[in-house]
């Protein structure tokens, strides 16, 4: 709600008003629309109507957007979701990550329910990470267990969030939400950013179950980060895994194109903790068991090789706050 801000100051007044002197001064109206470099409701709160309508200022993808390959017919619509019906008789439903309701998306055949935001006040060269929490939505003719959500800064694919799966039954409603990060160079002030629901093939001897519905849910920019243009790629030295949405991965946040990365991480007697091929590491802090580890600072060694098909090396410290 727009709230307003007025000063009033009186002086000399009398019966009649014959002498008045009166100064009003209205600000203008300051709401979310003011905050930059950030979504306006990242919490996706709205009302479920049936059809489409989507929480302000949210608007879908459409189906001819240039960053889908070929427009399919006008199915494009994403749906308000809660733990109630949102009409549909699929039974389109789950609990929220945070406040009342969340985004669904689905992603089959003929189907493609993304959504967007404009989004104002970058730094032209600065890197913004992107955080969510994504979870796998299951509905009577949409039942493919592993999903996950592509990330578009204007028409620019930027990453794929790493993949959630699940294996809850239709009409589910105890939907387990994880966290995702991405990031991008900024190269103007303000951005087109699209969330689109991604369908994995489904591997062999495994069901065809007609297609992914993808939940979203939290969305935010993280403050920007600066780096030197001539690095292939940087990854932060501090990070924070406590869940408060914010610098919660230990991860690449700027990348100008790599072949293949290998990435080893180590604690301070030397013994691995964790190794990955993601390019994007994306580490919450925690052992090749999933425990998680003590406050401290951590060795990694990073083997690559660059567009050039040039075989690096990088190594360096990492420190982890909870």
């Not at 100051?9 to 100064?23: A, E, M, Q, S």
């Not at 945070?98 to 006040?121: A, C, D, L, M, P």
């Not at 699209?194 to 001897?205: D, E, H, N």
Request: overall charge negative; hydrophobic content about 35%; some cysteine.
């Amino acid at each position: 709600m727009s709230r307003f801000l007025c000063l009033f100051l009186f002086g000399n007044v009398k019966v009649g008003f014959n002498k008045c002197l009166i100064f009003v001064i209205f600000l203008l109206p300051f709401t979310q629309v003011l905050i930059s470099q950030n979504f306006i409701n990242g919490d996706l709160e709205g009302d479920k109507f049936y059809p489409l309508t989507l929480p302000y200022p949210w608007t879908n993808v459409k189906h001819d957007d240039e960053i889908y390959p070929v427009g399919s017919n006008n199915v494009d619509s994403p749906d308000v979701t809660d733990v109630t019906d949102s009409g549909s008789s699929e039974g389109v439903l789950g609990n929220p990550y945070s406040g009342n309701t969340f985004i669904s998306g689905r992603s089959s055949h003929g189907f493609q329910e993304g959504i967007k935001q404009t989004v104002y006040g970058f730094t032209v060269d600065s890197i913004y990470t992107v955080s969510f929490y994504q979870s796998l939505v299951k509905q009577a003719s949409c039942q493919d267990t592993v999903g996950a959500w592509k990330v578009y800064v204007d028409n620019q694919y930027i990453a794929t969030s790493y993949p959630s799966s699940s294996s809850l039954p239709y009409n589910s409603v105890n939907l387990v939400w994880e966290y995702r990060e991405i990031s991008f160079t900024a190269t103007a002030d303000s951005h087109v950013i699209k969330f689109v629901p991604l369908r994995f093939p489904y591997a062999p001897g495994v069901p065809d179950g007609g297609g992914v519905r993808m939940g979203i849910d939290y969305i935010y920019i993280g403050e920007p980060v600066i780096y030197n243009s001539e690095d292939e790629f940087v990854i932060a030295n501090v990070f924070t895994p406590n869940d408060d949405h914010v610098n919660d991965l230990f991860l690449t946040v700027k990348m100008t194109g790599l072949k293949e990365m290998h990435v080893t991480i180590l604690n301070r007697w030397g013994k691995i903790v964790h190794k990955t091929t993601d390019p994007y590491i994306q580490w919450r802090g925690e052992d090749m068991q999933g425990k998680p580890l003590e406050n401290g600072t951590y060795f990694y060694l990073i083997d690559y090789i660059n567009n050039e098909n040039v075989s690096l090396k990088k190594q360096g410290f990492v420190t982890l706050i909870r």
